[in-house]
């Protein structure tokens, strides 16, 4: 489950009471009217007290800096409660600005990446819509925190034992024979339920009903599955069940991993925990987000293809066959016109790289590639992107999240790069 969010205003003696006690009214009222906890002024070793570090230590902190002369009081706080990551917030008055890039330079030193965000004027209404992003973002970065995730099938260990370090989160295989005990118990009337929900998002004129009907006994296995062990999000080792299971069932998990990116519950193919992670940012930016493989380059487009997407992020789909095996289902969409954000992020979970671009065709534009593709175009010149990639798979999000992203990124303690600084 993700963390809290709390308020922790600082101030100094040195400045008069009064002023920042009267400063601190008009964001503690932004805050709790938010929902958000907020605790009193600290203004002193005594006011860190084991009840004050109990607080902050299962939250993200969201440093409120009222004056100057608080940079030591903030680095004693969070170093004291054990935080990995903090957010503070500071104006252009009383040295506060001072304080808070003080604050910053010493916990980062400890390892605790701590964003500033700067008011210029704390009483005027650019402070409440910056205090209004920075709740935004940081709740964001707190629902990333203490998930629980099922992997169907295997996942390297290295590639968990890096998920769960980031994210502070678990990651517990279900063996395809303990699955498959799941899917067993499924019911023919929970199956047709979902049959006629799928039936009004795509056509299933022409197809075989029974193969679907196993395909989305999957899905309902899958969902109830979630539900039982409180799953936040999912990944399928689908290589490996297609080669262990296709064929004594002849199907593929594509459409199931679409349906249950519909739902909200964030899926990814390969058991890539990497893209996992990427998918959970984007959902967590309330966006829904497509993981596919960089299937093509030239000069100024980039060719993106994979068998699965979430419909949601589409505008209409179609049922075909599986890319390599030829087997039942998978998906060939098409996307919304506009602005995307592409994303990627390398093996060690230590970097995350961009790439603003636009769609200019999506679908089924070749029989060559995974079924649903999308040719995306640039500003620069993507022809050695191939050698500069930080992964294959890369995330697709509608819109122009870059910033959003580096934030996030500076959170979460990866590296961040833009794709555009490197081939420009």
Known sequence: MAIDVVVVPLASKIHDPQYYEELFKSFKDFFLSNDVKVLNIIDSDEGLSKDVIDVVS???????????????????????????????????????????ISARSRVEREGIPAYIFLCSDLRGSDCLKIM????????????????????????????????????????????FEEFERKVSEVSEDEVLEVLKRFESIVSISGLNIDYLKKILKIYVALKKLTDIEGFNALGIDCFSYLTTYLTKYGITPCIPVSLLNDDGIVTACEADLRSLLLMLISKALGKYSWIANISGVSSKQLKLAHCTIATKLTTECSVVTHFESGRPYALTCKLPEGTYTLVGIDKDLSTIAVLKVRLVSSGLLSNEMCRTQAVVEANVDLSNLPNIAISNHHILIPGDVINDLMIVSYLLGIEFINYELVMG
């Open 58 to 100: 299962n939250s993200l902190p969201i440093l409120l800096i009222l004056t100057g002369g608080t940079s030591r009081l903030a680095t004693k706080l969070l170093s004291s409660s054990g935080v990995r990551r903090a957010i503070l917030i500071a104006h252009e008055g009383h040295n506060s600005l001072a304080s808070a």
């Open 132 to 175: 209004g992003y920075v709740l935004r973002i940081s709740r964001v970065v707190a629902r990333l925190i203490n998930l629980k995730v099922g992997v169907i099938g295997s996942v390297d260990d290295e590639d968990r034992d890096l998920f769960e370090e980031v994210l502070n989160s678990k990651v517990i295989s279900i063996s």
